[in-house]
């Protein structure tokens, strides 16, 4: 299984920005479908965006419009744009991978995530 670290978090004011990165040990490449998981406290893990190895992107209704998943193999990242941030974006985010596109993007290890807290 492939090690995952996010990393990018921090506490910004609503209508800030944050840009999340997950790194892998191996080729992101290697992997079919990335996305992005939040979870705020009390509350399920939820999937907010994703991303196939052909650049197709998926997003949650509550983050589209604002967020930008992209795949970067230079950096051998992927990485998560968040824009105009809501109090409601404060969560662990975390990164994880997937094989197919019809399954979630969850076949990987959860890594510690990276805390976002959105508040003024």
């Known amino acids: 299984q492939e090690q995952l670290v996010e990393s990018g978090g921090g506490l910004v004011q609503p209508g800030g920005s944050l840009t999340l990165s997950c790194a892998a040990f191996?080729?992101?490449?290697?992997?079919?479908?990335w996305g992005w998981y939040r979870q705020a406290p009390g509350k399920q893990r939820e999937l907010v965006a994703s991303?196939?190895?052909?650049?197709?992107?998926d997003y949650a209704d509550s983050v589209k419009g604002r967020f930008t998943i992209s795949r970067s193999n230079t950096k051998n990242a992927v990485d998560l744009q968040m824009n105009s941030l809501k109090p409601e974006d404060t969560a662990v985010y975390y990164c994880?991978?997937?094989?197919?596109?019809?399954?979630?993007?969850?076949?990987?290890?959860w890594g510690q995530g990276t805390q976002v807290t959105v508040s003024s």
């Open positions: 994880n991978y997937g094989f197919t596109s019809t399954t979630l993007p969850k076949a990987g290890p």
């Open positions: 991303i196939t190895i052909g650049g197709s992107t």
């Open positions: 191996r080729s992101i490449n290697n992997f079919y479908r």
